[in-house]
C-alpha cells in the first residue's frame, strides 16, 4: 500500500511498531479466501462491518506464492509473462499476441530465446504500441509505463526497466510483418451497420479510402529507403511513409491498410490492397477523392465485390451513353464510361455520373465561388442509389478519412524529441516499418475501446438526461480522452495476465478443487523442482515431509486507500 493513515497503521503492522515514515507493504491474500461479489472482491469468512476501518486496493495479478522462512511472500511468477496493454489488450484480445509470437517461433521467423531473460517478444510487441501512444516518452518510460504497479510486485526474480539499447536489440529479431498481422487482427469494424454513426448506400456500407504522408526520423537509411517528395534535391526536413487506408464511417475503424515509400502512388497502393485482401472490399462502397479514380483499381475493386463513389478531375472526358436505359436518368445522373488503358471499347468501365454545385465561402476581400463537381459511381440502378444519396455518401469520405489520419498523427506529435510535428520515430527501415503497423494497431485499438463504451451504463444514462433520449454516438465521443485513459490503463496495470474478476475468480475455484487432494512435497522451498537432496546424517530417522493442500495462489493487490 502507499498510502496509510496514522491512525490505521496498527490494522496493517498487526500489532508491530511501524517504522516512522516507512511505507506500508503489498496486501498479499490467498486466492481461496476471495470471492467475487459483482465489482467487489470480499475475503471470505466475515464481511467488514460498518465503519470498521478496512483496506481497500484493486488486484493487480494472481500468482503462485513463494513463502520465505521470514514470512515474506513472493509471487512465483515473471513479469514479462503478466504485463498487458491495459484496456488496449481488452479489446484486441488475450493471448492474441502470444498466439501470433508462437506462429513465428514454429514457423522460424523468430530466434527461440534459450533462457528466461529480462524481454520478452509478447513483451517488446506490446511495447512498441505503448511508446506510440506516449510520443514524449523514451524506449525506457514507456516501458516502465507498461509495467506500471507489476514493477512493484515482490517476484521471485527481480524485474528492472533495461537500457534502451536492450529494447533496441530486442525490436531487431521482430519481423515487420508480424506486426501486420497483429494490426490485422486489431483492424475491422467497431460499430453495427445499423448504428447511429453508419452510413449505408444501397444496403452496403460506405466507407472511406485515402492516403497521408509521415514524417520519419531523418537518418541516411530512412532517407536513403524511404525518400522524401516536394523538392527535386531530396532536402525536404525529413524521409515520408505513404499510408494508404480504407476507413469506415462507423466509428472510423481502420478496415485496412498498406505502407509505402513516399514515392509511391496512391493508386498503385490501394490496387495492391484491393488484389491481396479482395475480401476487405467485399459488399463495401468505397469513396475517394480526385487522385485515385482510375480503370485498373477500380476494376479490381469490382472484381472484389465492392463498389466505388469517386470525384473525378475537370477535364476527364465522361460522354453521355445513348440509348435505352441509358443517358439522362431520372435523378439527374446519367450513365458515361472510363476509358481503359488498352483503348478498345470492349473493355470501357459503365459507370454514373452526378454533378453538383459546391459553394465555396468568401474569403478575405473576395466573393463566394462556386464549383461544380463531378462524382462517378459504379452503382449503375438510380432507384437503388440516386444521385442525391451518393453524393451524400461522398462527402463522409473527409469526416472518416481525414478526421482518423488527424486523430492517429496526433498521438505520434513531437515522438522521440525530433520534431514538434507528427513523427515516427526509429532509425532504421525495418524498425519503421514495425513502429508505423503497432501506430495503426494502437490508434485502431483506442477508437475501439471508445466504442465499447457507447454499449456502457454511463453512455446509457447520458442518453436518458438528453430531452430526446437520443442515444450517444461515436461522432460524439473524444479520441484523445480515449487515447489518454488508454495510457492510464497501462500505467496502472488495469488489466494484466491474470488481474481481471473472472481470473481471480477462476484462480479461487482452482486453489479451493486443490484442497480437495493432499500432496506431499518437499519441505524445502524451491524455484524450480529438483530431487530431494540426501538427508543429513544427524537427522531424525522419521519422514520430516511437510504436507501441502495444493500449491498456494495469492492475489496481489494494487496500492489503494482505506
Known sequence: ???????????????????????????????????????????????????????????????????????????????????????????????????LVAAALAEGRLRRPVRRRIMSYPLVIRLMIAMCLMPQASYCEALASLAGLLADVPFTRDWHVPTEKVVTDWRLPVPPSLMESLFWQAAGPLASDDGPSAVMLAGMPVAGADGMLVNVADTPANRAFFGTTGTTDDSSPFPQLRVVAVIARAGRAMLGAVLGQSCAGEQTLLKRLARRRPELFAGLVVCFDRNFPGHDLIAAILDAGGHVIARVKAGIALPLEDGPGKGWLPDGSRMTWLNAPSGRKADRLPVRAAEHNAAFPPGAGKEEVSETCTVITTLLDHETAPAGQVREAYLTRWSSCETTFGQDKATIAGAGNRTSGPVLRSGRPRLVVQEAWAWLTGTQLARASAAAALDSEHAAARALRRRDARPVTADEESFTAAWHHAVRSMETSQVTAASSLEAIAAAGESAARACLRTLNVSGRHRHSERKQKARPKFAHTAATKQTFTGKPQVTVFAPGFY
Open 1 to 99: 500500500m502507499q498510502s496509510c493513515p496514522p491512525s490505521a497503521d496498527a490494522a496493517i503492522w498487526s500489532g508491530k511498531s511501524p517504522v516512522p515514515g516507512a511505507p506500508a507493504g503489498t496486501l498479499v491474500v490467498r486466492a481461496a479466501d476471495l470471492r467475487v461479489n459483482g465489482k467487489t472482491v470480499t475475503v471470505a469468512g466475515r464481511a467488514p462491518a460498518t465503519g470498521e476501518p478496512s483496506v481497500f486496493g484493486r488486484p493487480v495479478v494472481t500468482a503462485p506464492a513463494f513463502a520465505r522462512r521470514d514470512g515474506t511472500v513472493l509471487a512465483d511468477a515473471w513479469l514479462p509473462d503478466l504485463a498487458r496493454l491495459g484496456e488496449l489488450e481488452a479489446h484486441l484480445g488475450d493471448g492474441v499476441i502470444e498466439g
